[in-house]
């Protein structure tokens, strides 16, 4: 196992379709997630679904950010530094399954990419490394 | 003195927790997984340990972005299930063991394991629906719990070394507390699974099946995974696999097995499950 952290960090971008939440995106998203975190008290919720505007007036986003929220563009927001457990705060009070939120990741819609699950999942073949092809 | 008797390695997906609470654990998709539970549920009920010390992760519940804590365990007399945004699962208050969780906090300070102690915290799916799992839906969970959540979100996370190892120090710290207490070790999350961009729902069952065979036996060889291996073979998520090896690590140098389940797909999840004992 490596002990340089450069090493470490720099296999994590040889993954496909994957964004390790490392440091640099924890920094990146802080104000993000804890935006994220808020949604978890109901009376919060209550003001969020009242006027989205007004709520993120409240919290230090970019303005990427804060148009990728509204936008529920989870891949951007991953970009943006979101980590999914903090996210999943915006597609749970939006009344949507974790599973239906994660296809919106995907190149595929809902059903077919259940139907993927159904079928074994995505298969590791080709999907391990991006320089490797394996 | 108490004694570590056994270990259970399960995965936790919230929707298992949901099948529960719904009255579905029998229906045509989750039945399959349930199933592979009965054969737990029976030997728990006659060998109930008195303790469980449960190995689990917050899911941004009772940590936000703020406090990371990289291994903390839960010194406090009970623990609230958490709200996580739908409202708390319909499930009993864990009650804790606070003279053991103590005892073993102590100890692994002085054999060089910094841990966080928590005294109050809310504990989400990652804690309770292990015990739905292996105990269904009592009005009381039948065990103390002492629970000790480890950080597999922000990297770096833990390496498996260090989770057998802080497992070899639990155990150490179990041993010397004097009363007589038969303790289980449990260890969930995982199998693979990827919630995340593009290559979400990698799923890899032979990789999951190599894993559960190296934690039968006297094999030392899942220490030495990378993280960038659970990475790259069982997704993003499939990193939780490193709290199943504090369980393996609390049960020395080598097990036996007594009961295994893997099932394809719970969700976007393998579902994987190991009921081993300790042996001489």
């Given at each position: ?82 980590n999914i457990y903090f996210l999943a705060k ?45 | ?58 899911h941004a ?92 979100v ?41 919630l ?85």
């Amino acid at each position: 196992m490596t002990h340089d952290i450069h090493a470490y960090l720099a296999e994590f971008d040889d993954i496909p379709g994957t964004r390790v939440y490392t440091a640099k995106r924890a920094r990146a998203g802080y104000q993000l997630n804890q935006f994220c975190m808020s949604l978890m008290k109901a009376e919060n919720r209550e003001r969020w679904k009242a006027g989205e505007d007004d709520y993120l007036a409240g919290w230090a986003l970019s303005d990427d950010q804060k148009a990728a929220v509204k936008a529920r563009d989870y891949n951007r927001l991953l970009d943006l530094g979101g980590n999914i457990y903090f996210l999943a705060k915006i597609f749970s009070t939006d009344g949507i399954s974790f599973a239906e939120a994660v296809s919106t990741m995907t190149d595929m819609d809902f059903p077919t990419y259940r139907q993927m699950m159904m079928n074994g999942g995505r298969p590791p073949q080709g999907n391990r490394s991006i320089k490797g092809g394996w | 003195m108490a004694r570590i008797t056994a270990g259970i390695a399960s995965s936790h997906v919230p929707l298992l927790g949901v099948a529960v609470d719904q009255g579905k654990s029998r229906d045509d998709y989750f039945g399959p997984i349930f199933a592979g539970y009965d054969w737990t549920r029976e030997w728990l009920a006659a060998s109930t340990p008195d303790v469980v010390l449960l190995v689990y992760n917050d899911h941004a519940s009772a940590f936000d972005a703020n406090i990371i804590p990289t291994f903390a365990i839960g010194c406090g007399e009970r623990f609230r299930p958490a709200d996580e945004g739908w409202g708390p699962r319909p499930v009993p208050e864990v009650i804790g063991h606070p003279d053991l969780a103590w005892h073993i906090a102590q100890s692994l300070i002085l054999d060089d394991f910094d841990m966080t102690i928590i005294n109050e915290m809310d504990v989400d799916h990652g804690l309770t629906v292990p015990l739905s799992m292996m105990f269904g839906q009592p009005a009381a969970w039948p065990v103390r719990v002492i629970p000790l959540a480890v950080n597999v979100v922000t990297y770096p996370v833990p390496s498996g070394n260090r989770c057998w190892a802080l497992g070899e120090a639990i155990a150490r710290a179990v041993a010397s507390f004097p009363d007589d207490l038969n303790v289980q070790v449990w260890g969930t999350g995982g199998m693979s699974h990827q919630l995340q961009g593009p290559r979400a729902g990698l799923l890899n069952r032979e990789w999951d099946n190599r894993f559960m065979d190296l934690l039968i036996g006297d094999s030392q060889a899942a220490r030495a995974i990378p993280h960038i291996e659970y990475l790259r073979e069982t997704g993003s998520e499939g990193i939780e696999m490193v709290m199943w090896l504090i369980m393996r690590g609390a049960l020395g140098a080598r097990t036996r097995l007594r009961h295994r389940h893997y099932h394809i797909p719970c969700s976007n999840t393998a579902i994987g499950h190991l009921v081993l004992e300790p042996t001489e």
